[in-house]
């Protein structure tokens, strides 16, 4: 026994050595297991505590719109036709006509204005066609691209403008008469219309008229 003790006593230093090292191994352990288990969340769905990620910005988005390639979409506003006034508004249900003395649909707008007066265009286009009808004498039509068109009906002078002619807002093509012979009751005036894929609708949707 007394061997033993004289053993330890000499040799103490290495024991406790040990013992630190025993120690701090422990520590190391238990710091790992537990601490990984901290960063779990918790079965009640709290994960309070838990180191999160640091977040950083999302990348930009670009824009579509943005880019010189990116069509700008406009507003299509007509000016009037003519310097007069509404003779006659637009009516997909029939009402009277005073010249056929009959009830008929009126698919466009009546301008009226003096006999020689300025016809201009509505709106850029191009000229599709000039026409010649004994009924409603001279008709342009004009493409305004998109499946839209105008039609001026009851022109005075079917060779002032011709076919594929590149025409801006306001300009003349042609001038007011009393050609058109299925409204002649109603005096000199333009019978417009507007043309949208191939069916002809109100031309209000294009252009704002002035209170009577």
């Known amino acids: ?58 990348d930009p988005v670009d824009n579509p719109t943005d880019g010189p390639n990116q069509s700008v979409s406009t507003k299509i ?10 003779l006659k508004d637009y009516s997909d249900t029939v009402v009277f006509n005073s010249t056929l003395n009959r009830y008929s649909k009126h698919l466009g707008i009546d ?49 002032l403008i011709a076919v594929g002619t590149i025409v801006e807002t306001g300009d003349t093509i042609g001038y007011v008469s009393n050609t058109n ?3 002649a009751k109603d005096g000199s005036h333009i019978h417009f219309e507007v043309i949208e894929n191939g069916n002809l609708i109100n031309p209000e949707k294009y252009m704002t008229l002035e209170e009577k």
């Open 1 to 58: 026994m007394t061997k033993i003790i004289n053993f330890i006593k000499k040799n103490s230093f290495y024991f406790i050595l040990g013992l630190c090292a025993l120690i701090i191994g422990l520590s190391i352990t238990l710091v790992a297991i537990y601490g990984f288990e901290t960063e779990k969340p918790l079965p009640n769905g709290d994960i309070s505590g838990v180191q999160k990620p640091i977040e950083t910005p999302d």
């Open 77 to 86: 506003e007509f000016i009037y036709p003519v310097n007069g006034y509404v």
């Open 111 to 159: 301008f009226y204005a003096e006999e020689g007066a300025t016809v201009s265009a509505v709106y850029d286009g191009v000229v599709e066609s000039v026409d010649y009808n004994l009924l409603t004498g001279v008709t342009i039509t004009i493409d305004h691209k998109n499946g839209l068109k105008t039609v001026y009906n009851g022109l005075l002078n079917e060779d």
């Open 181 to 183: 012979l299925q409204e």
